[in-house]
């Protein structure tokens, strides 16, 4: 039995009717969404107490924790850890920080320079011979830390942070000087072609810091630091026999442009 004429445009009224219900609810929820999150956004920037770009400058001690791989033995490990020392290193940084009420983040790019010496050792096949290795290794992090503050007064404020980053491997330098029955020969840069160093590592910050406010605009912050790398500089082949962790420990310098 067909449907009559004003049957049909009942029909398509109603349906039309509905569909526009649908579309002025869609859009009355998309519209308080909005105005949920520029309220929330307002209410974020209201209490934001602190925001900053800093330099960073970090003088540290920097070393490394030598791990074993399937083929290698104790002496052979115990043999490199007496061997090997670390040294002098250090840290430069771009940051962004922003703090609410008592607690806040930072991120930005952070590049380190790192290394370790070996003691002068005897030379396979060589009568007199023996040699000392210097190895350098630039990264490149984008960190990202959580910041947890105490004032202690209106301009000084002691923090505690931790932290973890993303460690982009610049490059790796290996110098041997070589001696002869005690006498130095020189110094010559050591291939590196078939060594496979991890692209990127995992590193792991913590520390202390001090702050004080110098005027309205201006800050400077001591911070100890200690940062670990949680991956081997190395990725695991058959020829691998030892990793090795780096870790530092320094003091980071700060100087921060306050937008309060």
């Not at 519209?31 to 309220?39: E, M, P």
Request: negative net charge; aromatic residues 14%.
């Amino acid at each position: 039995m067909e449907g009559s004429p004003s049957g049909d445009y009942g029909l398509k009224l109603i349906c039309n009717s509905a569909g526009e219900i649908r579309y002025l609810a869609n859009c009355g929820f998309m519209y308080r969404l909005c105005c949920l999150f520029v309220l929330l956004s307002s209410l974020v920037n209201a209490q934001t107490l602190e925001r900053s770009f800093s330099l960073e400058l970090t003088p540290q001690y920097g070393s490394q924790r030598i791990s074993g791989t399937n083929t290698a033995t104790f002496s052979q490990l115990e043999r490199l850890d007496s061997l090997e020392r670390g040294g002098f290193s250090y840290g430069l940084g771009v940051v962004y920080e922003s703090r609410v009420d008592r607690i806040g983040y930072t991120t930005g790019l952070r590049f380190t320079h790192l290394g370790y010496s070996t003691s002068q050792q005897p030379e396979a096949g060589v009568a007199g011979g023996s040699f000392s290795e210097a190895v350098t290794a630039n990264y490149l992090a984008l960190p990202f830390e959580l910041n947890f503050y105490q004032d202690a007064t209106e301009r000084d404020r002691v923090m505690f942070f931790l932290g973890a980053g993303v460690q982009y491997h610049l490059g790796t330098r290996t110098e041997r000087t070589t001696f002869r029955d005690g006498q130095e020969l020189g110094t010559e840069q050591v291939s590196d072609d078939d060594v496979d160093y991890r692209g990127f590592v995992t590193s792991l910050t913590t520390g202390i810091g001090y702050d004080r406010k110098l005027s309205a605009d201006w800050a400077i912050r001591f911070q100890p630091t200690f940062q670990f790398f949680l991956n081997g500089n190395l990725r695991p082949g058959d020829t691998t026999i030892a990793n090795r962790n780096f870790y530092q420990v320094g003091l980071r310098l700060v100087v921060r442009r306050l937008f309060i």
